[in-house]
Structures are given as C-alpha cells and as structure tokens.
C-alpha cells in the first residue's frame, strides 16, 4: 500500500509557492484552517504585501526584480496618493489637433492607453490614435495614429472594438450603405494591418440579411456578438448572440430571439460567464458558456435574471449599454513594456466595478448610470437552488440592487465620466464657482471599511459622514415607479478646478483644458512615485 500524503506535510516553501496563486477568499479560508498555515502566512513579508495588493483591487504578477521592501512602498505611495489624490505637475502635453483628434468625447481609457477616433463620415474612413502611457513614462513622445483601413464601396460602419491586451481591433460594419450582411474584420491595434492571429482576417455573418446595431466583447479568444433586429432570408427579425472563435476562425449561433429583447449590451464577469441586458424586461441577464466536451458546440446557458427599478407603465427603455469598456482579456503586459511602469502592479480587472448607461425612449433628457461591482454580479449568479435541472433565477430589484449598486444621474451637456478599477471620476460644472469640480468616487470595500474604522464610525446612521456616503437616492421624475434608492457606500474625494474632461488610469490623470486661444490640450499628470521606483 502506498503511503498517505498530505498537505500538512508538503514543506512551507512549496505551500507559499501555492498560496501565491489562491485569492484573497481563498487564503484566508486556507489560514484559518490551521495555526500552522496562519502562522505561515502571518510571517511571510511576501504574503503580506500580496494580500494589501489584493485588498486595493490590485494584482502583482511578480515579473520585476523589485525587492519586497520597495513594492511595499511604491503600494503605500499609490495607496496615499489616490486617498489623497495628489499628482504630479504635468508629465506631457499635447494639443488635441496636433494628435488628430476633434472630439474628446471620443476618448477612452483602456489598459493604461488612451485612444481616441476620428470619423470623416458615415463610412469607413478616419483614423484613430493612442497615447501609451508606458512610453510617456520611458521618455517617449510618440503619439501613434493609426489610419483605419478602408473595405471599399459603401460600407456603413455600425461599431468598432479596441482590445489592447490583445493587440487587436474589430471594425464591425454593413455593406449596400448598411442593408448588407454584419461583417467583422480583425486589425493589429498597434498597426492597424490585418491581425495575424485571426483565421480570417474577415468574417461576414451571411445568414443575416441586414441588421439594426450590433455590439461585440472580446475576451481571450472568444468573442461574443449581439446583433439586434437581425432579418434573415423570407423571416421576420429576430436578437442573435453568436460566439466567434476568432483565432480558429469558428462561429456559433447561441441564441436567436424574438426582436427588442436585448440591448446593445454585453460583457465578460468571468472568462466564461457573460451579462446582457434584456431590454423588454429591464433586467441584466448572467448566462455562461458550456461545453459538453472539448470539441462539442458551445451553448448559452442562463444562470439568472436580474431586475432592474420598475418602469412607469408608459416608459420604455430604447437601449442600455456599458458607459465605458470594461475588457476582461486576462492578457498581461509583457515583462518589457511592464518593466517601464512606475508600479510592479496592476489593476485586477475582477475587482472592477462596470457603469451602465440607460437610455429612455421618449426622455432623452436625462442621463441616468448605475454601477455594480463584477464581483458581486457573479456572486448573485450563484444558483439557490441545487440540481443541474432547476430554473435559472429571477431576482427581483429590491432583493439585490439597492444594497449592491450605486445610481446617479449627470448633465449629459457638461458632466463627464471615467472608470479606473474600482474608481469613478466625475467631472461638474459648478455655476456658482465657474469651474469644474471633480469628484472621486472609490467602491473599494477594503478601502471604504478602512476609512469607516479610522473616523471611528461603525455606529452611525448618517447617510454621509467623513467622506463616507453610504446611501443615495435617484429621483423617479418621469421615469420610475419611485424614487431609487441604492446603498453601495463608497469613498468620495472632491478636486476643484479640473479640466474639462478627465480620464484616469491606475497611474496617472489625463485632463482635456482649453487654452486662450480656444484650443483643446490634453495634459498628463502621474500620481507621485517614489525616487527609486522612478530611477529604475
């Protein structure tokens, strides 16, 4: 008989080589099971300062050679200067023409890099640039601008998809002036060539004769389309989801529905688990990906539906939609480009918190967001009940959302936003001081419950307090039932005197400021790094 192992007996080397790769949940789960494992933990410097990392939404891949004692302050410097939100003076200016851009409101931020799109028309032609802030941080002024590629002919362009992480951009577009079939096509990010990874570098969804809108998430190599109003050959439209296997070249149709179900709506929480929005039922829709063996057709299963505030009878929602991209490619940077970074750490994108945008069909006054954590989407996807065979879940609004999500409505001529891990910039105009204000908004847990015990604040019933705000509420006006009220707390930290647009990314603050001369700038500020990082 051969002996019984176990892991008690494994060596503490191997054992913190495994609780490396456990998450937060995890390890504390694995040292409460055992004085030895705690007292493993507890005095491992690595541990530790993997831990705090994980508490601020972070991940570490360990890829520098940075000792334990310099990512521990260069964490402490990050953590003060965001509580603080202290950054540096401008690292690099550049004015907004001169990159080819004319509309700031076509910015994003995704993965450390800005890009903006330039369109002419309708069709096909323009360009679109990025500004990379890791050459900003190697002393490099290089603004790359990339023109996008033209197909030909009188092609109507629906959207298009920046994934950095994969070096990949997907145009999405109609031929016959947007009465032909959806197309993708698949271009290298950093050229704008055809990517060399793709089976083929175009894609045409052929049974569809003609579609309304279409929207496209990208995660790995899977990547999910919905088409809206999809009309196929002598039948009435229908909502498609399809899965698009890009790298092989493979696509599968998951769904096919009655039309005005869904929204232009879909995100990855996980590698393979998914949130659409329903827009006839007003509800976010989790489903996940599965396969009954390695090369059997994939299939959409639904896991839960949740609802969203009731509607008055005589509203309807037009779309709702993701107010930023929010990829889940999983792709690290490589140890080169990493290597550049002021930090050896990077945000998790499973921490992030995602913004949805809702939009009224007959009120296109209001601009109404709500943000929930990626985290707790998945959680609430958890079934309650047991078998394989049970019905997916139905929530109901007031069983989950005004406890884990947060509503807010902006000017949707002067108000701004920007996301960056678990953090939501919003820029006002203030009448009364002539400026904008900005305000900072971090739905850290770990941070909002370290900030609660430091104001000694367990016990109050304020709804803000110290910087706390742990209850807000939405007016109905035209649109709900009643008013929604939503208790996700959060930290909030005001800036005044900001530029006109504001964009964040873990390490620096890009504001668009307009000069006497009228023209638009976009300046970079760094949050403040300490002078060993930065002498690297």
């Known amino acids: 008989m051969s002996p019984q192992y176990h892991l008690v007996d494994l060596p503490d080397e191997v054992l913190l080589s495994m609780a490396i790769e456990l998450s937060l949940a995890d390890l504390l789960s694995f040292m ?39 990512r521990v302050r260069a964490l402490e410097t990050w953590e003060r200067a965001w509580l603080e939100l202290s950054v540096s003076e401008p690292l690099r200016r550049y004015r907004l023409s001169a990159i080819g851009l004319d509309d700031p409101k076509r910015c994003r931020v995704q993965s450390g890099i800005l890009i903006g799109t330039q369109l002419n028309n309708l069709h096909l032609s323009g360009e679109y640039c990025y500004l990379d802030f890791l050459n900003l941080l190697g002393q490099s002024s290089t603004v790359s601008r990339i023109n996008i590629p033209n197909v030909g ?11 950095p992480e994969s070096d990949l951009m997907v145009i999405i577009f109609q031929a016959n002036g947007g009465r032909g079939s959806p197309k993708f096509q698949f271009h290298q990010f950093s050229t704008g060539s055809e990517h060399p990874s793709a089976a083929n570098y175009c894609v045409e969804f052929d049974q569809i004769l003609t579609a309304r809108a279409t929207c496209v998430e990208c995660c790995g190599d899977n990547m999910v389309a919905v088409i809206l109003d999809g009309e196929e050959m002598g039948s009435q439209k229908s909502d498609y989801v399809f899965l698009i296997e890009w790298k092989i070249g493979r696509i599968t149709q998951l769904r096919k529905v009655e039309p005005g179900t869904y929204g232009t709506l879909v995100t990855f929480l996980s590698s393979d ?182 104001n000694n604040n367990n016990n109050s019933k304020a709804v803000t307090t110290a910087g706390i705000t742990t209850q807000a509420i939405l007016s109905a006006e035209a649109c709900f039932e009643e008013d929604v009220v939503s208790e996700l707390p959060f930290i909030s930290i005001r800036k005044e005197n900001v530029g006109w647009r504001v964009f964040l990314d873990d390490e620096w603050m890009a504001e668009i400021l307009w000069d006497q001369d009228e023209k638009a700038n976009i300046q970079f500020r760094t949050i403040t790094a300490p002078a060993d990082v930065w002498a690297r």
């Open 153 to 163: 002919g009188d092609a109507h362009v629906q959207s298009r998809t920046y994934v």
């Open 273 to 454: 688990t998914l949130v659409f929005a329903l827009r006839d039922a007003f509800a976010l829709q989790v489903c996940k990906l599965t396969r009954a063996g390695r090369n059997s057709a994939p299939t959409l299963q639904t896991l839960c539906s949740l609802q969203l505030p009731c509607l008055l009878s005589d509203q309807q929602i037009s779309d709702l939609h993701l107010a930023q991209p929010s990829s889940l490619s999983g792709n690290p940077p490589s140890s080169a480009q990493h290597s550049l970074s002021s930090f050896p750490f990077r945000s998790n994108p499973e921490d992030d918190i995602l913004a949805f945008e809702i939009f009224f069909r007959d009120n296109h006054g209001r601009r109404i967001i709500f943000i929930a954590r990626r985290r707790t989407l998945l959680w609430l996807a958890i079934p309650t009940g047991s078998g394989a065979s049970m019905p997916p879940d139905t929530r109901a609004w007031e069983d989950w959302g005004p406890r884990t999500t947060h509503w807010m409505e902006l000017d949707p001529s002067n108000d701004s936003m920007s996301l960056a891990g678990s953090r939501c910039v919003l820029v006002k105009y203030s009448h009364l001081r002539n400026h904008y204000v900005l305000d900072l908004r971090d739905f850290n847990p770990y941070r909002v419950r370290a900030r609660r015990a430091r």
């Open 32 to 70: 409460l099971s055992c004085r030895r494992f705690f007292t493993l933990i507890a005095q491992s410097s690595l541990m530790q300062y993997l831990i705090r990392v994980m508490r601020n939404g972070l991940y570490d891949p360990l890829i520098t050679d940075m000792s334990i004692p310099q």
